[in-house]
């Protein structure tokens, strides 16, 4: 098939490269023309403008954006409804918002642009390892561009089917999924990235309590000299816990054992803060999710105001001193 493709960051040119190793034809615009270079050399068709990516592709035409959710993707579906018409289709591969989903599809209804919000995740691995998309909106336009779907995922590989589902007919096991009209790819995707969180915050806490245990304030023989890089090698293997994530920490503490070369600052991209949003609006009890994201704003912190109050308050009430900013640990983690 051929498919424009907007935005050729981290994971938008990966896209466009496993969708041109898989035979189709890929229209690449990105305002940085040396990307769009490289593309070129790697067999895609460049263009200059949203413009020049309109005219180069065949009706009925596809155009997926790749961009930062915000100003960014509006203002490219703004301008790529004034230049698609009926039949066409527009495909929201970053993570949006979904009920700018809803509205985005309710704007180009009229004109006969078909809107799918696709929640994809990935990150810098897809290329090799393919994408997992979530896909919210018009079905019939879902099932013309399954080909482009098809690709992108990563397919059944060597995960074994589950049991129970031998029965069911779902592109599921191919890694995509249609999950209903517009919002529910991202909306999708949104819970998946808060699960995300917590999950992240659980091994964070958890490989953080381990290196603890080589604290001056245990008691003699409680205390342990743990190599962190070690249990998270034999936790990736037969472990309940095992995990991608699992695989990256380990990665990770291989090649820097105390993390020095990061700072510890974690950003957070909106969804953690819409899943809190959602479980709000639907009443639902979310306790690990909300302190993963509390969390990852106290991270970027020094000691704030209120915990200064607090201090005053246990110095007054029981004539608590605070202790130094950091807890001593021997040495050799």
């Not at 034809?25 to 769009?36: G, K, L």
């Not at 929201?92 to 929640?119: C, E, M, Q, T, W």
């Not at 592109?171 to 998946?192: D, N, R």
């Not at 917590?198 to 001056?216: K, P, T, V, W």
């Amino acid at each position: 098939m051929q498919i424009g493709m907007i935005g050729l960051g981290r994971m938008g040119a990966n896209m466009a490269r496993r969708l041109m190793n898989g035979g189709h034809e890929c229209v690449v615009y990105d305002r940085n023309a040396e990307t769009v270079e490289t593309l070129i050399k790697a067999g895609a068709v460049g263009a200059r403008s949203l413009e020049e990516v309109a005219e180069k592709l065949s009706a009925p035409r596809a155009v997926w954006i790749m961009l930062p959710s915000g100003a960014p993707t509006e203002e490219s579906v703004v301008a790529l409804s004034k230049l698609l018409a009926a039949g066409d289709a527009i495909m929201d591969g970053g993570n949006s918002f979904y009920k700018d989903d809803v509205r985005r599809s309710a704007l180009l209804k009229p004109s006969g642009i078909h809107y799918l919000d696709v929640g994809t995740s990935g990150g810098i691995w897809g290329l090799e390892r393919g994408y997992c998309m979530m896909i919210g909106g018009d079905q019939s336009s879902a099932e013309r561009l399954n080909p482009i779907f098809a690709t992108l995922a990563p397919g059944p590989g060597d995960i074994p089917k589950t049991p129970g589902r031998e029965g069911m007919k779902s592109t599921a096991e191919l890694g995509y999924l249609y999950c209903g009209s517009s919002g529910a790819g991202h909306f999708v995707k949104m819970i998946h990235n808060g699960i995300e969180y917590g999950l992240m915050q659980a091994y964070a806490e958890g490989f953080d309590i381990l290196r603890g245990a080589n604290s001056d304030n245990l008691p003699a023989g409680l205390s342990y000299d743990l190599n962190l890089a070690d249990i998270a090698e034999v936790w990736r293997r037969g472990s309940v816990v095992s995990s991608w994530l699992l695989d990256l920490t380990a990665t990770a503490l291989a090649s820097d054992r105390q993390l020095d070369g990061y700072s510890g600052f974690v950003e957070d991209s909106g969804e953690g803060r819409w899943t809190i949003q959602a479980a709000l609006e639907e009443e639902v009890s979310a306790e690990v999710l909300s302190a993963a994201l509390y969390t990852r704003f106290r991270s970027r912190l020094e000691h704030t105001f209120a915990e200064k109050i607090l201090s005053a308050m246990r110095k007054g009430f029981g004539g608590h001193v605070e202790r130094p900013p950091a807890v001593k640990m021997k040495q050799g983690l």
